[in-house]
């Protein structure tokens, strides 16, 4: 009975025990809900510099995009007029040559023989004619006198027209074997580069043969198809922007020409658009991706297409006010690329020199303080005020309590 006893009372102080410490356990517990509470609420929305940006005017333009090869303006295929035997070749690929420069010689002995043989031909010419020539004015002078029938005057006078069509005849001909022997000296028909050279000494070419090609490459042209659907908004003298690979910097060009017939199959057009290249920084064959400017606005109000986001249709984005996020319903206008970026017109809504979200982070929670993080970096002016302190760096749009 004794031991009964003693087992209840050890049971009933085990029971006080776990009551006691489960009380315990649960005043901790809850007390942490208020706790948990405020964390849930965001006291401070922290932003990268490159998140947000302030609204300027700036010029918004409206471009077709085109693409294409490079090829010099000015280039010529240098070609031998007469065959013969190539002795030399003055010059290789990638040297300057000048207009009129020698770029090859060929074998002449046997023009200059042609030569030879014409001007004796022509000095025989001469002589028949001076004996003609004294043949009809002695029959003239006989004729005169009646000595001679008319007839006979009349051979002479022939005579003499035949020896003065011969001598006209070989100096012809020398002309032609003069000119054949100064083509055996071929010189560059303009101031340029050798591009290419398909022949060597010893080689025997016909006429035609290509020889060299020498290209200009002061004007450069990319020849780009514009679907016919979209020709009709590209002019004469519209300004393009060509970005070559390999190059950093963009090169500025315009339309100079467009074909006036579509290519089969494609039915696009053909237009050319030509490039300075003062500094032959440009090169044939290279591939070039080029903005046509087909409108342009300036001193209008822009931001990224991205810094836009749509309820139920109606654009907006997100504004810092006075430190704060506030949410602003906005006027688009046209559409374009600004500065390189894909932009859009604010026709309303916003004021030059405000500050937005450029980046589209999701819903974010108007009414919420806000201030930049980095590292020695800002956009625009301090969005946090004059009495703002510092901050950590923290990730982008994350929200922290105080």
């Known amino acids: 009975m004794l031991k009964r006893r003693s087992f209840w009372i050890i049971l009933a102080v085990c029971l006080l025990v776990a009551g006691i410490a489960a009380a315990m356990l649960k005043k901790p517990a809850a007390g942490k809900t208020p706790q948990a509470a405020a964390a849930a609420a965001p006291a401070v929305m922290e932003f990268l510099p490159t998140d947000v940006m302030q609204v300027q005017a700036a010029e918004l333009r409206r471009l077709m995009p085109l693409s294409g090869s490079l090829r010099a303006l000015n280039q010529v295929s240098v070609k031998a007029r007469v065959p013969g035997d190539v002795r030399e070749v003055l010059v290789r690929e990638g040297e300057a040559v000048k207009q009129g420069q020698v770029l090859v010689r060929m074998d002449a002995a046997d023009y200059q023989a042609r030569v030879g043989q014409a001007q004796g031909a022509l000095a025989a010419a001469r002589g028949q004619l001076d004996i003609a020539t004294k043949s009809r004015d002695n029959n003239r002078a006989l004729l005169d006198k009646g000595f001679i029938s008319r007839n006979a005057f009349d051979n002479a006078a ?66 780009a198809a514009v679907p016919a659907s979209e020709i009709g908004s590209v002019a004469l003298g519209q300004e393009v922007e060509v970005k070559i690979e390999g190059l950093s910097k963009p090169f500025p060009g315009k339309v100079a020409r467009i074909n006036p017939a579509t290519q089969s199959g494609s039915r696009s057009i053909l237009v050319y658009v030509q490039i300075p290249n003062p500094d032959n920084a440009l090169r044939v064959g290279m591939f070039g991706e080029a903005q046509l400017v087909l409108a342009k606005k300036s001193g209008v109000l822009t931001v990224p297409r991205t810094a836009i986001q749509r309820d139920g249709g109606e654009p907006y984005v997100y504004a810092i006010e006075a430190g704060k996020l506030t949410r602003r319903a906005v006027t688009l206008g046209e559409n374009g690329d600004s500065g390189g970026i894909e932009a859009v017109e604010i026709a309303g809504g916003l004021d030059a020199g405000m500050q937005i979200v450029r980046t589209n982070l999701g819903v974010l929670r108007t009414g919420t303080a806000v201030r930049l993080v980095g590292a020695g970096t800002q956009a625009g002016p301090n969005v946090n005020g004059p009495n703002a302190n510092p901050a950590p760096v923290a990730s982008t749009a994350t929200a922290t309590t105080q």
């Not at 020398?174 to 028909?189: E, W």
């Not at 050798?194 to 002061?218: F, H, I, T, W, Y």
């Open 158 to 223: 022939s005579q003499y027209d035949i020896a003065r069509a011969n001598v006209e005849s070989a100096r012809g001909a020398l002309d032609v074997a003069q000119k054949a022997l100064g083509d055996t000296v071929i010189k560059s028909p303009m101031a340029g580069l050798v591009s290419m050279r398909s022949v060597q000494p010893g080689e025997k070419v016909s006429a035609d043969n290509r020889l060299l090609d020498v290209v200009d490459l002061g004007q450069m042209e990319m020849e």
